[in-house]
């Protein structure tokens, strides 16, 4: 047997296939289908009607974070067989696993130790008999060093000027974690450096980010995890080549590049000192990785302090779910009722409808992490899945959603599962505002939980040939995620939060989540079709359409 598919190496790694019993055939599975259909006519008015402390009682508090569930198509027996599915299929054992190093990616057989990043020092966690938390911090008070010497301007570009603007050159797990926190920590930010992010290999990315800069001011930081991702190399040669046009000299260089990356070697092919170089290691999944060296340009944006505050978030929920019961913890109750609509109701996505400008890159990063870590269609013993795995997630800010897509999520013919995320406390001091928005929030999970009746609308005196257009079902369900305010150590909390969703569901589903073999066939197929566009491959066959559209472009391009 190929042992990279044993799973039953490690203990932890998995509970259900050791006894063997797949998913579906599980008891606690049949007890939920069974459940099921005892429940799914049931509405959210008749199931507040019938528990008038429901409201109260359906919350749960970790991190810093109040979670309010209340609203979810459940009963209190079906959160209880909900969390019965998850210790049998060793939810608990699994997440130990993970927090001790053991080797739960098991198809590139590595370590996930994403929560590494935000151990104190004292804690030790072993990968092959090395404990990595000294070398965490390391790297942390490397970067840290580097931030405040660009933050104070004693880091100095090839011409002596100081740093303005920092360029994170990357994609994926390199890019949308530290946009989306740059985003959210803004009030935060050093007003005096600006933060800006190339990800697109459309050159237009490139030129909208520079246009207007002076390369002498300018760092870039090439994060990538292999630093051998096309569309990133490709743009960090366009910025080395601006860079040295601009400045006259390939020396320049030296000033104006660091990197961010697991792979030395790459690096210095690259031209970057290596001393220039803040380092990760494998057992971190690029879509995980926020809270290390990938998140260095969001240390210099808002200071190392407020850094180690967003860490320490992070420690504040990856407690939380080390330590509270299942059934008071907020990864696994989130987890669950996500499964319970994808694979009971047959909901496909899940919205995540932050009520915070802050938090307006929120959706994108989090369709990464959850998109990437659980689309899979085979399990962890390579064996066809014969139900369905990761929900499609999508989003927005709330209010400006609103005069979108909710009309959708009111009367469509689908119902879609909504994440709401506020704040209590507004960053902006604006009056008239921050009541606004929070009333927005509460009214559309209101409105989408109990909609709009034949009798109210009537009672209302609603035309009556109106009243079928007007009418909104309701029973549509919400989670309610509240937090004080929008500070480091929160928005820690809030990625922690959703990075263990994703590991409950992918332990309930028997996935692994945190490898990608999906998304290399199309960078092989670009590598091979760019090459025969420049002449430089053999034409290949493909299907027609492909062939079409080749020719097709090469004759509308032009020379
Ligand atoms: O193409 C997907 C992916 O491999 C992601 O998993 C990853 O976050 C991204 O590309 C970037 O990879 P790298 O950091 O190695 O450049």
New binding site residues.
């Given amino acids: 047997m190929d042992n990279r598919f044993d799973t039953s190496r490690d203990e932890g790694a998995t509970g259900a296939k050791r006894s063997g019993v797949a998913l579906t055939d599980s008891a606690e599975w049949r007890a939920l289908a069974g459940h099921f259909r005892s429940v799914e006519g049931l509405t959210l008015r008749a199931l507040f009607d019938a528990d008038p402390d429901r409201g109260k009682a359906l919350t749960a508090e970790g991190g810093g974070l109040h979670l309010d569930y209340s609203k979810n198509r459940v009963t209190r027996e079906t959160m209880r067989l909900l969390m019965e599915l998850a210790r049998a299929r060793g939810l608990e054992g699994r997440r130990d696993a993970m927090f001790r190093g053991a080797r739960i990616n098991v198809t590139e057989d590595r370590p996930v130790l994403h929560v590494a990043l935000r151990s104190p020092l004292g804690v030790e966690i072993l990968v092959d008999g090395h404990d990595v938390v000294p070398d965490v911090h390391a790297v942390l008070e490397k970067m840290a060093v580097f931030a405040d010497k660009v933050r104070d301007g004693s880091w100095t570009g090839y011409t002596g000027k100081r740093i303005r603007t920092v360029i994170n050159i ?5 890019y949308l974690g530290p946009e989306m926190a740059c985003q959210a920590l803004r009030p935060f930010a050093d007003p005096n450096i600006a933060v800006r992010f190339v990800a697109n290999i459309d050159g237009e990315a490139f030129r909208a980010a520079t246009a207007d800069l002076d390369p002498a001011e300018t760092l870039f930081i090439v994060c ?3 630093f051998t ?1 096309q569309e ?1 190399m490709v743009n960090a040669r366009t910025a080395r080549q601006w860079c040295i046009a601009g400045l006259g000299s390939d020396a320049a260089v030296a000033a104006h590049f660091v990197a961010v990356s697991t792979n030395t070697t790459e690096v210095a092919r690259f031209g970057i000192d290596p001393g220039h170089m803040f380092v990760f290691w494998d057992w971190v999944g ?2 995980y990785s926020l809270g290390s060296a990938v998140g260095l340009s969001v240390m210099i944006s808002v200071g190392p302090a407020r850094f180690r505050e967003m860490l320490a978030g992070f420690r504040d929920m990856d407690e939380h779910f080390q330590t509270a019961a299942l059934e008071q913890n907020l990864p696994v109750l989130i987890g669950s009722l996500g499964v319970w609509y994808n694979n009971f109701f047959g909901m496909e996505t899940q919205a995540i409808l932050p009520y915070a400008h802050g938090l307006s890159r929120l959706p994108a990063y989090l369709e990464q992490l959850q998109m ?1 870590s659980n689309g899979k269609h085979v399990d962890l013993a390579g064996r066809p899945v014969t139900y369905q795995t990761g929900a499609i997630i999508w989003g927005e800010p709330g209010v400006d959603a609103q005069h979108s897509f909710y009309q959708l999520l009111h009367q469509g013919t689908k119902v879609v599962p909504c994440d709401l995320i506020g704040f209590c406390r507004s960053r902006a001091s604006l009056s008239g505002h921050q009541d606004l928005l929070m009333a927005n929030l509460l009214a559309q999970a209101e409105a989408l939980a109990f909609g709009r009746s034949v009798a109210k609308l009537a009672e209302e005196g609603a035309p009556s040939d109106q009243i079928p257009y007007r009418v909104c079902e309701g029973n549509r369900p919400t989670n309610i995620i509240l937090a004080e305010s929008l500070t480091p150590r929160t928005l820690g909390a809030l990625v922690a939060l959703y990075e263990h969703v994703v590991f409950t569901q992918g332990v309930i589903w028997g996935i692994d989540s945190f490898d ?1 073999w999906g ?1 290399e066939l199309g ?1 092989v197929l670009a590598r091979r079709i760019v090459a025969e566009m420049q002449g430089a491959a053999p034409e290949a066959v493909h299907d027609s359409s492909t062939t079409a559209l080749i020719e097709r472009y090469l004759a509308m391009r032009g020379g």
């Fill in positions: 990357g994609i994926g797990g390199s990538s995890k292999t991702t990133t690029g879509r990437e990608q998304v960078k």
